[in-house]
């Protein structure tokens, strides 16, 4: 059974800092594509981060500088350190990994798992 588990979530004070984490099993283990996304009340999910099982990252531009995801293919485990946290980064955090199929005209992602959520509070 694929499962995709994110701990570390909770409130702290804006300016304070906050580190999650997400362990994969089953068939997620060896994605090409790790990251995160959030949702704030009343707003689509949006991405946050994400990194490559070859450590490329990509990050949303509200989060650049103040967020890092690192992962450890070894643990199956995909990290997000937040620091610098405001209280509009306030939202439920979502894991993500997904295998990429790649053809000459298209890129599809493939083998798409999401957990299942950790909110972050945090408060002004």
């Known amino acids: 059974q694929v499962q995709l588990v994110e701990s570390g979530g909770g409130l702290v004070q804006a300016g304070g800092s906050l580190k999650l984490s997400c362990a994969a099993s089953?068939?997620?283990?060896?994605?090409?594509?790790m990251g995160w996304y959030r949702q704030a009340p009343g707003k689509q999910r949006e991405l946050v981060a994400t990194?490559?099982?070859?450590?490329?990252?990509n990050y949303a531009d509200t989060v650049k500088g103040r967020f890092t995801i690192s992962r450890d293919n070894a643990k199956s485990t995909v990290y997000l350190q937040m620091n610098s946290l405001k209280p509009e980064d306030t939202a439920v955090y979502y894991c993500?990994?997904?295998?990429?199929?790649?053809?000459?005209?298209?890129?599809?992602?493939?083998?798409?798992?999401w957990g299942r959520g950790t909110q972050v509070t945090v408060s002004s």
């Open positions: 993500n990994a997904y295998d990429r199929l790649s053809t000459p005209w298209t890129t599809t992602r493939v083998n798409e798992y």
């Open positions: 089953g068939s997620s283990k060896n994605a090409n594509v």
């Open positions: 990194i490559t099982r070859g450590g490329n990252t």
